[in-house]
């Protein structure tokens, strides 16, 4: 009890520190994780002598954060930006994951001399891309939705075959006919269960009348941590079960969204923080010296040949231009996923683990540099990116229980097609009305000829009756204006 004030008070300054860190990265060009992991390894036994290196609590409590990280990624993917590439995005969560482990194995067994089994254990370990890196970087880059889509459907949904490729050539699993089986039985039932939570989770929420509005986004949470749960205990993919249903949760009418989606983005970004403190505490100073040439030749070998022959094989169907592919190769971000894969091995004492984590987090620090800083002039040079990247509006509803109504609150985001928009051209059903603007801080009652402007505030009334129909409205014409009807958007 006598040191609880203390850690209270580092674990307070060092979060303190690491919020800070953000926008000294945004000033510096770098990416906030590699300042981290900065801030883990100060705090560690070569600077303030803290001294970590339990591996088993730190593949644990990597595993935790990672559950968080894919919730607030599930959470936060509108299911309209990644339909069009969900053929993709599973492609490159699946078929360039194999691609990827044998590539990767085959080339560090010849390079290294790494027995078989340890060298495809490197490649699983390194075929997972990381989904906080993917989320953070991509959906501010001005990339189009098509790929964006595929890259953060990849990311939320490769980590379950790369953790179960790992545990198996972790634990010497005997390859035969039936392990194909098992991986296709722990994905699928990892998909069932985390559809089947998110849609019961969703309707749960919907009818609860919780006596707070706080209480809401950590019920949401709660279903993605059951959904882990539950998976992992029925031997199911519990990390694909946790995306899944995030994903579903986070498309559904949860009521307060903007407040569950603002939790769920503070939620990610504590894990991101803790994650990469906590694996810049384990990580020793004098063992990385020496892995610096193992972790430069497994980071040439994945930037250079297993991810771009993944992407290449893996989107053969697809027919996507070389101009594509080239900034798919290149946008396979890797972060605290594989040190926490690579932990997996060190906590079952495996013969040259240690090694695997060295390498793998010299290999992390250099491909975030060069990949973090070359994404966003790439996507230029390429021609992908674009100035300004329409982002849909957000609406959040409030349940009126006893009135057998709702209010939604609905943002005009920049690029909005619904920017100019008479209010007598929304077009609402009977039933619903705009009852307040807030536009630059001041509000005001809208009458039929009142336009429509970016970042304006809408307070829309509607009954529960015609609630899911006005919503399919407001995003009808957000995506393709006053005409919308006439274009075929139906805003679904």
Known sequence: MDQLPVLLGVGGVVLLASVLAVRVSIRLGLPSLLLYLGIGVLLGEAGFGIRFDNPELTQSLGLAALVMILAEGGLTTRWSAVKPALGRGIALSTVAVVVSVAATGAALHWLLGLDWRLALLWGAVLASTDAAAVFSVLRTAGIGKRLTGALELESGINDAPAYIAVVVLAEGTTVDWTLPLLVVYELTAGLVIGLAFGWLGGLALRRAA???TGLYPLATVAVC?????????????????????????????????????????????????????????????????DAI???????????????????????????????EQAFLSWAGLRGAVP?????????????????LVDAVFVLVIVLTLVQGATLGPL??????????????IEVDSAPLDELGAELLQVRIQPGSKMHGVYLSELRLPVGATISLVVRDGAGFTPQKTSRLQENDQLLVVTTSAVRDAVERRLRAVDRAGRLARWKGESGR
Do not use: C
């Open 210 to 212: 919780l006596p707070a």
């Open 225 to 289: 941590v059951v959904a882990y749960s539950s998976g992992q205990l029925l031997h199911a993919s519990g990390l694909l079960a946790t995306y899944v249903a995030a994903l579903v949760l986070g498309n559904s009418r949860l009521p307060h969204r903007s407040d569950t989606l603002s939790f769920a983005e503070g939620l990610g970004w504590l894990a991101q923080i803790g994650l990469f403190v906590l694996l810049g505490l384990f990580a020793s100073p004098g063992r990385l010296l």
């Open 293 to 323: 040439v193992p972790g430069l030749v497994a980071g040439a070998v994945v930037l250079l040949l297993a991810r771009p022959l993944s992407v290449v094989l893996s989107m053969l169907p697809f027919r996507l231009p070389w101009r």
């Open 339 to 355: 040190i926490v894969l690579a932990m997996i091995p060190l906590s079952q004492g495996l013969p040259g683990a240690q090694r």
């Open 379 to 392: 996507a230029h040079r390429l021609g992908l990116a674009k100035k300004s990247e329409a982002h849909e």
